[in-house]
């Protein structure tokens, strides 16, 4: 029996980024925290290993212009050489569970040999987004404690921090102090802050939308109603004109019946 070709992902994802504007950008949304860390760090270089889009690096060379930042990204045809060998910092964003579990070894080796520096952002649940194979988009997906122990093999000193949402952690490879901690943990108390104003808002918008459905259902069930009344009237006045119709007919048939029979009578009488 022949053995199943292994799936290529890396075709998977390049398809993907050709065919979604928007996919590829979530590294974005790591910005504060990443500013935290380059200036707690002060590198000189950094790479984004996993770079999507680049919409990451574009936002941090407009903060830190005197910083030198790289891009690599096998599933993006421009961006798929390593650009340089180290790096005084990595980092890695929405990248891990995007790469098939066996993969994953080689490839947290490899991002230990371009610095002992990295920042990861981790996610530990399904994505929306589905493969042109069917398959979910996040490929691998597990718990923390995971990657921990996976990370733990080529880093010694591991920060593991909660990040804006249950299913998100970041893992710091190098020590870090508690005003870091404490700074990284208002980061997340303004983003959970305004991701529950959004929440509400969203609320809000979804109130507001079915008050309006419902009141339009109203509307429409009022005049469904009227209509059907009316309608009823209508069917009420034709069957009562059909009745008259029917006993007018039946009396002028009698009449005709009464006169024919009078007739005869008058005739067989003559």
Known sequence: MANKPETDYIKLYQDLHSQEADYGTSGSNYFDEVCLVIDYLKPKSV?????????????????????????????????????????????????????????????????????????????????????SNGENAHCTVKPVFWYYHLLEKHFPNLTVLQGRESYLHTILTFPVKPHFIKSYETIME????????????????????????????????????????KTNERFVHTENAIQDLVRDNKRKRYFRFLGLKIKIHRITKD
């Not at 802050?193 to 009141?215: C, D, F, R, S």
């Open 47 to 131: 790479l984004d290993y996993g770079c999507g889009k680049a919409v990451l690096i574009k936002q941090l060379q407009e903060k830190y212009p005197d910083i030198q930042f790289y891009g690599y990204d096998p599933a993006i045809p421009e961006r798929a050489k390593m650009p340089i060998d180290r790096a005084d910092l990595v980092i890695n964003t929405d990248v891990l569970e995007h790469i098939p579990e066996k993969q994953l070894p080689d490839v947290i080796k490899k991002i230990s040999e371009l610095s002992p520096r990295v920042f990861f952002g981790v996610h530990h649940a399904l994505a929306y987004t589905l493969l």
């Open 190 to 229: 303004h983003k959970n802050e305004k991701i529950m104003a959004e929440l509400q808002k969203n609320i809000e918008t979804l109130n507001t939308k079915y008050l309006e459905t419902k009141q339009s259902l109203d509307v429409f069930m009022n005049s469904s109603k009227q209509l059907q009344d």
